[in-house]
């Protein structure tokens, strides 16, 4: 069964500062998705990688793909409150099923 | 157009009860996937549809049951409820493309009692 390992777990960063979340599986797949969850509420998609080497950019936040690594990052700079939240990868290996990752929990304090 | 909505938002049962959750897809998209989201175990799959099939299904007891209309809505239903089953059940739809994202419904918080 495909392995999703995210880290950190928890991350807490001082705003301005900027760091990176890791995605790694277990199995080959060219098609990676990332999510953030507010508190109580649903999963909103965020980036949707479909290539080796493939990077996408939103404002503070950057993903890229690794296939051969079998590894993903999403990237902030300079955190701002607003970005406090849960994160999650994604791995979509059948066509019809995604297996997550274990989420990242950020903090962002002032 | 119009998000992926869930029926009830909210639920409260008691064990051996059994509950029917719904969902409907966002217009046109033909997959719908269940999700159980809960603190210890975090997101596992319960089963896809496409066309009212269902074309994969997570490691769950048979409890756990869904099935497809022909406008795309989907229900799952869960048997003799158990504590455990206490969770946030999410529903996402799929568009067309093979590779395109989910787009997740606001969730069903159940709580059994």
């Known amino acids: 069964e495909l392995k999703v390992e995210q880290n950190p777990l928890f991350l807490s960063m001082q705003e301005g500062k900027n760091y990176t979340i890791y995605c790694n599986y277990s199995?080959?797949?060219?098609?990676l998705y990332w999510y953030r969850q507010d508190p109580g509420k649903s999963l909103e998609s965020l980036f949707v990688?479909?290539?080796?080497?493939a990077v996408k950019q939103e404002g503070r936040l950057m993903a890229s793909l690794d296939t051969k690594a079998r590894l993903s990052t999403l990237h902030i700079t300079a955190a701002v409150h607003d970005l406090s939240a849960t994160y999650f990868c994604?791995?979509?290996?059948?066509?019809?099923?995604?297996?997550f990752g274990t989420g990242t929990s950020l903090t962002v304090i002032p | 157009k119009a998000g992926v909505t869930q029926t009830p938002r909210y639920l409260i049962k008691t064990r051996g009860q059994q509950v029917t959750l719904s969902c409907s897809p966002i217009?046109?998209?033909?997959?719908v996937s269940w999700y159980q989201q809960t603190p210890g175990q975090g997101l596992q799959f319960l089963f896809e549809?496409?066309?009212?099939?269902?074309?994969n299904k997570g490691n769950f007891p048979g409890r756990f049951s869904g099935r497809q209309f022909s406008n795309s809505r989907s229900e799952m239903n869960v048997s003799t409820l158990e504590l455990g089953d206490s969770a946030l059940y999410l529903c996402?739809?799929?568009?067309?493309?093979?590779?395109?994202?989910?787009?997740f419904g606001p969730g069903t918080r159940l709580t059994v009692l």
């Open positions: 996402a739809s799929r568009g067309y493309g093979a590779k395109d994202t989910q787009y």
């Open positions: 199995t080959t797949s060219d098609r």
């Open positions: 990688l479909l290539s080796n080497g």
């Open positions: 994604a791995v979509d290996y059948t066509g019809n099923q995604f297996y």
């Open positions: 217009s046109g998209h033909r997959s």
């Open positions: 549809y496409f066309s009212e099939t269902q074309r």
